[in-house]
């Protein structure tokens, strides 16, 4: 059993950058990989960020490509997603999501086993 606990979301003004965490307990697998989505009211959940535990290679939406960095530390069983330059339609629950088995396709929902409760990011225009 993994749980994923998401945190440090909040309201921001447009342009300025907020710095999501999601810390693992439970559980954890080496050869996992994590990831952010994030779902606006009424819309369907998109991925954002994801990262490779072993190796820490990166992938990311186009939409955030050039503001967003995802990172982990392994030790805190921890992911981090910095967001920069943020735009009103970045507001979203932002969700951390487990993938135990590392498989390929790391934008797609369905891949993730595991996943945390979602943190509000609200920006402001």
């Known amino acids: 059993q993994v749980q994923l606990v998401e945190t440090g979301g909040g309201l921001v003004q447009a342009g300025g950058s907020l710095r999501l965490s999601c810390a693992a307990s439970?559980?954890?697998?080496?050869?996992?990989?994590m990831a952010w989505f994030r779902q606006a009211p009424g819309k369907d959940r998109d991925f954002v960020a994801a990262?490779?535990?072993?190796?820490?290679?990166?992938y990311y939406a186009d939409s955030v490509k050039d503001r967003f960095t995802i990172s982990r530390d392994v030790a805190k069983k921890t992911v981090y997603l910095r967001m920069n330059s943020l735009k009103p339609e970045d507001t979203a629950v932002y969700y951390c999501?487990?993938?135990?088995?590392?498989?390929?396709?790391?934008?797609?929902?369905?891949?993730?086993?595991?996943w945390g409760q979602g943190t509000q990011v609200t920006v402001s225009s």
């Open positions: 999501a487990l993938d135990r088995e590392s498989r390929p396709l790391v934008t797609l929902g369905g891949a993730y086993d595991f």
């Open positions: 439970g559980r954890t697998f080496s050869g996992h990989t």
């Open positions: 990262i490779r535990w072993s190796g820490g290679t990166q």
